[in-house]
């Protein structure tokens, strides 16, 4: 059953819209404050004048102070339709000289202005200013308070909060879609490559297009451009293998099928005995074909070297006792020079005795009896220097890199060989972060085959090739 996954849009969202609606509540219990705040300002303005108004209708008499508060002043303070007013006019001692309700004094005394200050009366919270109005003495101070309720403070609030919340619903819903619109736009590029890459096939290995990308879409398509890039290399490096491999196959399957057919139509005799050892060279030439064309696909992935200590002294008498016999036979001495005590190289111990074997092989082949091929090892710098000289035709200066391509020959060639000897030994070479170069032998005769391998692992540099 197919998982269904959360589009990248919704992801966004998901982490977008969260905190916007926080802020948007937090926003409006801000404002609720705010306006809350110059709601209480307004209304404690005219708590303030009720208060002094009110202490100015003291007025002495001969006992000491008097309250004169006509009935109609009276109810002009008292009358609210939405408040409860409450007004009380004391001294120092308590003794109410006028009011219609006994209300809480103040924690502190503020000479010369109204006090305000919040408490509560019959249960209800209310909001007191609070004045004084001095005397001769302390005691004929009267102490003059006016208090309400908060009901109209409260509807103010809510009133300005009702006409600003559908506004504000309408701008959260417009900033939502916005969101919605412009979150599909900015992964529209995302988009348009996923269509790109979907419409392709195995063949297609050309760049996406990075016109118009943002910043960080075009880095992840350049390097996809450049994996692609790597890729189309490779497959193209593989069809040209196997286009090159299927012609090399051809021609000694075709000659070893002819060689078949002859001993078939031949009597027994000396005839058929020279044509079944035809047969028997042309299957090791093949084989030997095939070997080299297997050794080089594994050398050009090197990524899977395997890496261990290898002998080198070990390593080349093993490849020298293994050819000696081809050498014998064509009349060529093999002598080997290897410096003492060099140490172990590491690295890949069945491609890096291939690689010797493959350069070896061709100084035998190439060279002409009676000639002398010259193997001499030692360490430099970190590295292992290892040559092999022959006393051959040798290799132009002009076709020194050239024969480094695959089933390609020097002109000078004469001995059968397949042109992988030297393709084989530069892909594993660099493997292994090393070098091959080429040089002419000792009086500029015959072909010197040099390579330079670092003793302890090197990261693979693609542009060490010969020269």
Same mark, same amino acid.
């Given at each position: 059953?197919?998982?269904e996954r959360?589009?990248?849009?919704?992801?966004?969202?998901?982490w977008l819209?969260?905190?916007?609606?926080?802020?948007?509540?937090?926003w409006?219990?801000?404002?609720?404050g705010?306006?809350?705040?110059f709601?209480?300002?307004?209304?404690d303005r005219?708590l303030?004048?009720?208060?002094?108004?009110l202490?100015?209708?003291?007025v002495?008499?001969?006992?000491?102070?008097?309250?004169d508060?006509p009935?109609?002043a009276?109810?002009?303070?008292e009358?609210d339709?939405i408040?409860?007013v409450?007004?009380?006019?004391?001294d120092?001692?308590?003794?109410?000289?006028?009011?219609?309700?006994?209300?809480?004094a103040?924690d502190?005394?503020v000479d010369?202005d109204?006090?305000l200050y919040?408490?509560?009366?019959?249960?209800?919270?209310?909001?007191?200013?609070?004045?004084?109005?001095r005397?001769?003495v302390?005691?004929?101070?009267?102490?003059?308070r006016?208090?309400e309720t908060?009901?109209?403070?409260?509807l103010?609030?809510?009133?300005?909060?009702?006409y600003?919340?559908?506004p504000?619903?309408?701008?959260?819903t417009?900033?939502?879609?916005?969101l919605?619109?412009?979150?599909?736009?900015?992964?529209?590029?995302?988009?348009?490559?996923?269509?790109?890459?979907?419409?392709?096939?195995?063949?297609d290995m050309g760049?996406?297009?990075e016109?118009?990308?943002?910043a960080?879409?075009?880095?992840q398509?350049?390097?996809?451009?450049?994996?692609?890039?790597?890729?189309?290399?490779?497959?193209?490096a593989?069809?040209?293998?196997m #286009?090159? =491999?299927?012609h090399q /196959?051809?021609?000694?399957?075709? $000659?070893?099928? %002819?060689?078949? &057919?002859l @001993?078939?139509?031949?009597?027994?005799?000396?005839?058929?005995?020279?044509?079944?050892?035809?047969?028997?060279?042309?299957c090791?030439?093949?084989?030997?074909?095939?070997?080299?064309?297997?050794?080089?696909s594994? #050398?050009? =992935?090197?990524?899977? /070297?395997?890496?261990?200590?290898? $002998?080198?002294s %070990?390593?080349v &008498?093993? @490849?020298?006792?293994?050819?000696?016999p081809?050498?014998?036979?064509?009349?060529?001495?093999?002598?080997?020079?290897?410096e003492?005590?060099?140490?172990?190289?590491?690295?890949?111990?069945?491609?890096?005795?291939?690689?010797? =074997?493959?350069?070896?092989?061709?100084?035998?082949r190439?060279?002409r009896?009676p000639?002398?091929?010259?193997?001499h090892?030692q360490?430099?710098?970190?590295?292992?220097?290892l040559?092999?000289?022959?006393?051959?035709?040798?290799?132009?200066?002009?076709?020194?890199?050239?024969?480094?391509e695959?089933f390609?020959?020097?002109?000078? =060639?004469?001995?059968e060989?397949?042109?992988?000897g030297l393709?084989?030994?530069?892909?594993?070479?660099?493997?292994?972060?090393?070098?091959?170069?080429?040089?002419?032998?000792?009086?500029?005769?015959?072909?010197?085959?040099?390579?330079t391998?670092?003793?302890?692992?090197?990261p693979?540099?693609p542009?060490?090739t010969?020269?």
């Open positions: 059953m197919r998982t959360a589009t990248l849009r919704r992801g966004l969202l998901r819209l969260p905190p916007i609606l926080a802020l948007t509540v937090l409006v219990w801000a404002t609720h705010v306006v809350l705040h709601a209480n300002l307004a209304h005219a303030e004048d009720s208060a002094r108004t202490a100015g209708q003291v002495p008499d001969g006992a000491g102070l008097a309250v508060l009935p109609a009276r109810r002009m303070l009358f339709e408040d409860t409450y007004f009380s006019v004391t120092r001692s308590g003794r109410v000289w006028a009011g219609n309700r006994a209300l809480p103040a502190i005394e010369g109204a006090h919040d408490g509560t009366v019959d249960g209800r919270r209310v909001r007191l200013a609070e004045f004084v109005t005397g001769e302390r005691d004929h101070d009267l102490l003059v006016v208090a908060l009901n109209k403070r409260e103010m609030a809510q009133e300005v909060m009702t600003m919340l559908a504000q619903a309408v701008f959260v417009g900033l939502a879609l916005f919605w619109y412009g979150v599909g736009r900015g992964i529209a590029p995302l988009q348009r490559v996923s269509a790109a890459i979907a419409c392709r096939n195995h063949a760049p996406i297009d016109q118009g990308l943002p960080e879409v075009f880095e398509v350049h390097v996809i451009n450049q994996l692609m890039e790597r890729l189309g290399h490779t497959l193209d593989q069809k040209r293998f #286009a090159d =491999a299927t /196959l051809r021609t000694p399957i075709t $000659v070893l099928r %002819t060689q078949v &057919e @001993v078939l139509r031949t009597a027994e005799g000396p005839e058929r005995e020279r044509l079944l050892r035809d047969m028997d060279a042309a090791a030439r093949l084989a030997r074909l095939a070997n080299q064309l297997l050794s080089l594994r #050398a050009e =992935a090197g990524a899977s /070297l395997a890496r261990a200590p290898v $002998v080198v %070990t390593m &008498e093993d @490849v020298v006792a293994a050819l000696i081809a050498a014998l036979a064509r009349g060529i001495e093999v002598s080997v020079d290897i003492p005590g060099l140490p172990a190289l590491q690295g890949d111990g069945v491609l890096l005795p291939e690689m010797l =074997a493959n350069i070896v092989d061709n100084a035998i190439y060279t009896p000639g002398e091929v010259v193997i090892a360490a430099h710098d970190d590295h292992l220097l040559s092999v000289s022959d006393s051959g035709p040798g290799i132009s200066i002009v076709e020194r890199a050239q024969v480094f695959r390609r020959r020097g002109t000078s =060639a004469r001995a060989g397949s042109g992988l393709a084989i030994a530069r892909e594993i070479v660099q493997a292994h972060g090393g070098r091959i170069d080429l040089a002419s032998g000792a009086d500029d005769n015959g072909l010197q085959v040099t390579l391998i670092p003793l302890s692992p090197q693979q540099d542009s060490a010969g020269s």
